[in-house]
């Protein structure tokens, strides 16, 4: 079989013209999805009933129903439900920031309580308030303990971007289909495609690698 | 004779249906140095640690300087600040370097001035002998270093009373010594502490009174010298005999 893979170089242009879709879903959507992750970590960490039980099933909705559902109800259903229009973009950055929220709200859950017991109790017995021992001893310690799982799930996101394509956001995977249906030329395109992830991904953990090391203990 | 300071009576601590303290009473007078001994699972431990309310006592009272702690609306951050504690895995910050570990509390609680926290950190540091390691973090650090970090750590809040949890059951051998010399220095200096501990040597020579504690109970306890010599109870001679 033939395959022109001069065009793979070709379409990168192509497929930049998404780049920038993919790139803002992704870091609002990550940004989004770190504060919620944060706000229902903790949730998860606390005393108070009704915020445990509210992050505990918004936990559970989003790891029991696929993100590609969860952007199609975002986009098509609920505008339908509530009467509104949703444009694509905030759509595409709900999806991303809910989806990864409910992922991150584990990993911060599972930093926070995998401090060790000494450390509240060496701040109790210094006479530091909840708040100090919270926000000067236990929070900066779950951090370093959670960058591994956070990046691994920035990844992830990043990634999972490219399934907004069903609900008609123009980020790469979209340009790709387009130019394939464009082209015919399905090989080259895709590897392009690919080998754009690829870079990206790269990118990023290199960028998280970077952090992790200057934040070692 | 000294200022009564702490006094514990009649306390009782259970988990479920395991009932790991019973009755037991203390005095501790200014300047005093109690040493707590005893087989693993006495309850020793337990019982440190309800002297701080780390755990809550189930009955029985204790009271420091003549105000019931354990009962009622009692200010435990005060009290936290006026009791410190030296565990036996240290506890350090490890986020933070040896200076910060030692300044952090006072200067949130603003003690002092920031300058003045400072320089009494520096000189703590000096006094444990890491003077040179303040900007050192934790963990490059040997266990004593660690624990006497800890030491200067408790002694930053000007306790009035210092706790010692086992502090040195987690150290090599060798690096044991240190720690006691600093322990028998702050005592010298008539620090009031009470210490739970398998050093027998400290028990025996630096400590003015002793408490053998088994099964949740205090079965011996007095002069430490006299109970070394001739203990009374026959557990506390078999435990010691076996220990010594």
Not at chain 1, 73 to 94: C, E, K, Q, R, S
Not at chain 1, 162 to 191: D, N, P, W
Not at chain 2, 231 to 237: F, L, M, S
Request: net charge neutral; glycine share 8%; charged share 20%.
């Amino acid at each position: 079989m033939d395959f022109d893979w001069s065009y793979t170089v070709t379409a990168m242009p192509i497929l930049l013209n998404g780049l920038e879709f993919t790139i803002s879903i992704a870091v609002f959507g990550i940004a989004l999805g770190f504060i919620l992750g944060v706000l229902a970590g903790l949730s998860r960490c606390s005393h108070n009933k009704i915020l445990y039980h509210i992050a505990g099933i918004y936990i559970g909705i989003i790891r029991g129903t696929p993100l590609m559902v969860q952007a199609i109800y975002l986009y098509f259903a609920i505008p339908v439900m509530l009467d509104f229009n949703l444009p694509v973009l905030p759509a595409g950055i709900l999806a991303i920031g809910l989806n990864s929220g409910a992922y991150i709200a584990e990993i911060v859950r599972g930093a926070i309580q995998s401090v060790d017991l000494g450390q509240y109790e060496a701040g109790t017995c210094l006479g530091l308030s909840k708040f100090q021992i919270y926000w000067g001893i236990v929070f900066p310690q779950a951090f370093r303990l959670m960058l591994p799982s956070l990046g691994n799930q920035f990844i992830i996101s990043l990634k999972d971007t490219s399934i907004l394509t069903v609900i008609g956001a123009t980020e790469m995977t979209h340009q790709a289909m387009k130019a394939v249906s464009a082209s015919f030329k399905t090989v080259e395109v895709y590897t392009a495609l690919a080998l754009m992830y690829l870079l990206l991904c790269t990118l990023l953990s290199m960028i998280l690698k970077r952090v992790e090391g200057n934040m070692k203990l | 004779m000294k200022d009564l300071i702490l006094s514990v009576k009649n306390l009782s601590k259970s988990y479920g249906d395991l009932e790991v303290l019973k009755d037991i009473n203390m005095d501790v007078r200014e300047g005093e140095v109690i040493s707590v001994i005893g087989p693993s699972g006495s309850g020793k431990s337990t019982f440190l640690r309800c002297i701080n309310l780390l755990e809550e006592p189930n009955s029985g009272t204790i009271s420091y300087q003549n105000e019931v702690i354990n009962q009622g609306k009692y200010n435990r951050r005060k009290l936290h600040r006026e009791i410190g504690m030296v565990f036996q895995k240290f506890n350090l910050f490890p986020h933070m370097t040896v200076l910060k570990n030692i300044t952090y509390a006072p200067q949130k609680l603003k003690i002092a001035s920031k300058k003045e926290i400072e320089a009494k950190a520096r000189e703590l540091l000096s006094k444990v002998g890491l003077a040179m390691k303040a900007d050192e973090m934790p963990n490059n650090l040997s266990g004593g270093q660690q624990q006497r970090v800890a030491i200067a750590r408790a002694l930053a809040m000007s306790p009035k009373i210092l706790l010692f949890d086992e502090p040195t059951s987690a150290l090599d051998p060798e690096l044991v010594g240190e720690v006691l010399k600093v322990m028998k220095t702050l005592a010298d200096e008539g620090m009031t502490m009470v210490v739970v501990t398998h050093e027998m040597g400290f028990a025996r020579e630096v400590s003015n009174h002793l408490i053998f504690m088994e099964n949740g109970y205090i079965v011996e306890e007095g002069d430490p010298k006299e109970i070394f010599a001739h203990p009374k109870n026959e557990r506390t001679a078999q435990f010691l005999s076996s220990v010594l």
